[in-house]
């Protein structure tokens, strides 16, 4: 279980919206959640915050929840991010990230730090890591190309064997739209000695409602948006052969 819930957090896509694309996302609409993504891509706002929470049906017991804040220092954009997830009496999983990222218009670079502590409740066992990523943006036309490599620098990670490395995961992906208010996205994902396709879609009808639909190995998801200027809410359901049906529901504040 403390296996399958490492994964999650990553794999899928933190947020509402970038779980509902099956952890790939729209570049125009990521905000301090960014800094779980990819950090080339903070956004240019003054301020920009995202609270959300993940439950599932079969595992109702595994809780995670997601917090981040970003703003913009000329063209440097610094973000905070914490993840927690555990299940009560049994372990807890916190995260803390700290991300910069330097943007201009057709390209971005960015890098984060992670802390991770874990805690085996009921052996009374911890064990914490260090890990860095890095993040790249580039934008060539109608395409958006974005590759995120986590852990590509970590420490062991572990209850019981501290020798173990923490797995890297390498994400590229490629986003355009056609038409205009659709964004398309296809991604790669490779983990270890597994890779991932992943397909997504997300459509504005208007400006302030949007449906987006993933396909993954086995798997579909589906979210809607709501927004303004300001605030914002998303929501989205997936379904797995491990989990059942999992929901994700975040708000977001913004200041331009």
């Not at 019981?160 to 739209?177: G, P, V």
């Amino acid at each position: 279980m403390i296996t399958l819930a490492l994964l999650i957090g990553y794999l899928s896509g933190v947020s509402s919206q970038t779980y509902a694309l099956g952890g790939l996302f729209n570049p125009s609409s990521l905000k301090s959640d960014a800094v779980f993504i990819n950090p080339s891509m903070i956004p240019d706002s003054k301020f920009s915050g995202v609270l959300g929470i993940r439950q599932n049906y079969f595992a109702s017991e595994l809780t995670d929840f997601h917090l981040s804040a970003s703003t913009k220092i000329n063209k440097l954009g610094l973000a905070l991010g914490i993840l927690k997830s555990g299940i009560k009496d049994v372990y807890s999983d916190y995260t803390f990230l700290m991300g910069a990222g330097f943007k201009k218009s057709n390209w971005g670079v960015g890098i984060n730090s992670r802390v991770r502590y874990l805690k085996n409740i009921e052996d009374d066992i911890t064990s914490s890591s260090f890990s860095l990523d890095y993040g790249l943006f580039a934008k060539a036309g109608i395409f958006n190309f974005s590759l995120m490599h986590l852990n590509f620098l970590r420490s062991s990670v572990g209850f019981y064997d501290r020798s173990e490395k923490s797995s890297d995961e390498l994400l590229f992906f490629t986003s355009f739209n056609i038409p205009e208010p659709v964004t398309w996205v296809l991604g790669i994902d490779k983990m270890a000695e597994k890779m991932t396709y992943r397909f997504g879609t997300e459509l504005w009808f208007t400006e302030g409602f949007g449906l987006r639909v993933a396909v993954l190995e086995r798997e579909i998801r589906l979210g809607l948006g709501l927004k303004t200027d300001t605030y914002g809410v998303d929501i989205s359901f997936g379904s797995s052969r491990e989990l059942g049906t999992t929901y994700v529901i975040s708000t977001s504040y913004t200041i331009r």
